[in-house]
Structure formats: structure tokens, C-alpha cells
């Protein structure tokens, strides 16, 4: 089970971006992420006419790597660690190590 999920809200620790919060995007593999408003290049793009692609300096998003996030806990408005347990009735959740809430419901 992944620590960080599509959809979820995290913050930046580390980077250039330190401090930024925003909503997981897309999921890389097991070690990066796409994070809305986060990590922005400039990318330089060729005018593709059949794809109706028009040329020019195109800002985007970036992937950001996965120890440079932390799930952002509401309750406590920072960062913050998370494990996984197993309930009573068999299933696996996430939930934060500093105050023992569930993150999945």
C-alpha cells in the first residue's frame, strides 16, 4: 500500500519549492509524483499543426521526488508522517504517526 495516493494534499519539505502545498496529480512509479503548482519548467515546444499543438514556451509541472513530500495533516496544518495499520475487520489503512487518525475512512 502507497503512503501517498492520487488526489491526496501534500507540502513540499525540500527544494526550491520548500513550503508549497498542493494535490497529487499523478503517481511515477514508487519514488516520484506530479504535484499541482509545484516544480514548474519551462519546456520549449515545435508547432505540431496535425496535432493541433501550437509552438512556444509551455510551463508545466514537473515530477518531484517522493522524499521531498510529506501528507499534509489538516488537524495540524504541517506535514506529517505516515504508517499503515490493519483494522478489525481486515482492511489496510493509512494513518498519521503524531496523532494516531486515519487518513482513510
Do not use: C, W
Not at 501528507?71 to 503524531?98: C, H, M, P, W
Request: glycine residues 10%; charged residues 35%; proline residues 2%.
Amino acid at each position: 500500500m502507497r503512503r501517498i495516493k492520487k488526489g491526496d494534499e501534500v507540502i513540499v519539505i525540500a527544494g526550491k519549492d520548500k513550503g508549497k502545498r498542493g494535490s497529487v496529480l499523478r503517481v511515477l512509479g514508487d519514488d516520484k509524483f506530479i504535484v499541482e503548482n509545484v516544480n514548474i519548467v519551462k519546456r520549449h515546444t515545435k508547432p505540431n499543426p496535425q496535432a493541433g499543438v501550437s509552438g512556444g514556451i509551455i510551463e508545466r509541472e514537473a515530477a518531484i521526488q517522493a522524499s521531498n513530500v510529506m501528507l499534509f495533516n489538516a488537524q495540524t496544518k504541517k506535514g506529517d508522517r505516515v504508517g499503515i495499520r490493519t483494522l478489525e475487520d481486515g482492511r489496510r489503512v493509512r494513518y498519521f504517526k503524531s496523532t494516531n487518525e486515519v487518513v482513510d475512512i
